[in-house]
Every structure is written in C-alpha cells, then in structure tokens.
C-alpha cells in the first residue's frame, strides 16, 4: 500500500471536467487514488460490459476507487461523494453493470480485502449519481450511431441519447 507524501497528493488531478465526449468501449472512465472534485456530464458511454454481481477484484467499472486512494470503509465516507455525475447517457449490455467499485486494502479493514461493487441504481442512491441521466440497455452500435463502421459516432435520429456526446458540444 502506497503512502503518499503531501507534495504528491498536491499535483494529483483535482476537479477534471469530463464533458461533451462518446466513450465506446470503456471499461473504466476514473480510477480515483487521491484527485477530487471531478465532473462528468453530457458524455455517451457506449457498452460497458462489467456486471456488478459477478464482478472480482479486477472488473472494471464507470468509476472505480483504487486500493491505494485511502477509501475508509464506511461508503459515507468514500471519495466517491466528491464526483459529480449527471445528465450523461448510458447505454450498456445490461441494467445491472458495475457502475462504481472499490478496492479496501486489509490495513484499512483490520482483516480481509473489502471490495464494494455497486450497480447504477445503487450507485445513485449511496452517492447521488446521475439523476437526470438516461440508461438504455443495447449492445448493437448501428442502433445508437449513424455509421460507427466507418468512424461515424454521430447519434441516430430519435435517439435517447439526443444532446450527450461530443457531437452535442457547443
């Protein structure tokens, strides 16, 4: 387990703005060790494929907390909080993807690993992700993007989608 000094945790990344973008893909959007304050609105996240309850240790998730982040274990407390997530569209495999996990080294728990794998609805309700955000449950590209065989990442006409991603960016 990594300690870092304060100097090291002063030029970590704080308060990134993950905006306007199309994520095909993913398996992981942050992977959070000591940054903060982060913002992720207005993206598509296209097929995350991890599902919560068969994840393990090395699932990815949309955002996940490393072992070397500090996590306590009462999720209350979890740097999880300091992300804003909302007004996003994400359009997955199954409703019951791994949306956020983290990893609880044995230092921190007293005894075994904690590893904490929570779904989107649980996500929402523990720490107040993506309220106004859409979830459509699909895995064919052509059904979500104009031409995604030729690069074209454009959203379909009607999609659910419509005004997300990086062809909605001002």
Same mark, same amino acid.
């Given at each position: *387990?990594? $300690?870092?000094?304060?100097?090291?945790?002063?030029?970590?990344? *704080? *308060? +990134? $703005?993950?905006? *306007?973008?199309?994520? $095909?893909?993913?398996?992981?959007?942050?992977?959070?060790?000591?940054?903060?304050? &982060? /913002?992720?609105?207005? @993206?598509?996240?296209?097929?995350? /494929? &991890?599902?919560? +309850? %068969?994840?393990?240790?090395?699932?990815?998730?949309?955002?996940?907390?490393?072992?070397?982040? =500090?996590?306590?274990?009462? #999720?209350?407390? %979890?740097?999880?909080?300091?992300?804003?997530?909302?007004?996003?569209?994400?359009?997955?495999?199954?409703?019951?993807?791994?949306?956020?996990?983290?990893?609880? #080294?044995?230092?921190?728990? =007293?005894?075994? !690993?904690?590893?904490?794998? !929570?779904?989107?609805?649980?996500?929402?309700?523990?720490?107040?992700?993506?309220? %106004?955000?859409?979830?459509?449950?699909? /895995?064919?590209?052509?059904?979500?993007?104009?031409?995604?065989?030729?690069? @074209?990442?454009?959203?379909?006409? =009607?999609?659910?989608?419509?005004?997300?991603?990086?062809?909605?960016? #001002?």
């Amino acid at each position: *387990h990594e $300690v870092y000094a304060d100097e090291t945790n002063g030029i970590n990344g *704080h *308060h +990134a $703005v993950v905006e *306007h973008n199309t994520f $095909v893909g993913l398996e992981v959007l942050m992977s959070l060790r000591r940054g903060t304050g &982060h /913002t992720v609105r207005n @993206n598509v996240f296209f097929v995350m /494929t &991890h599902q919560a +309850a %068969s994840a393990n240790f090395d699932s990815g998730a949309y955002l996940l907390v490393s072992e070397h982040a =500090g996590d306590p274990v009462d #999720p209350a407390q %979890s740097a999880l909080h300091d992300i804003t997530s909302d007004d996003n569209c994400f359009v997955t495999a199954s409703d019951g993807f791994q949306f956020a996990m983290r990893r609880i #080294p044995p230092e921190v728990t =007293g005894s075994d !690993w904690l590893l904490d794998h !929570w779904t989107r609805t649980e996500a929402q309700t523990l720490f107040g992700f993506d309220a %106004s955000s859409v979830f459509v449950v699909e /895995t064919d590209p052509g059904a979500v993007f104009v031409d995604p065989q030729s690069g @074209n990442y454009a959203l379909v006409d =009607g999609s659910a989608c419509a005004g997300k991603g990086h062809t909605a960016a #001002p």
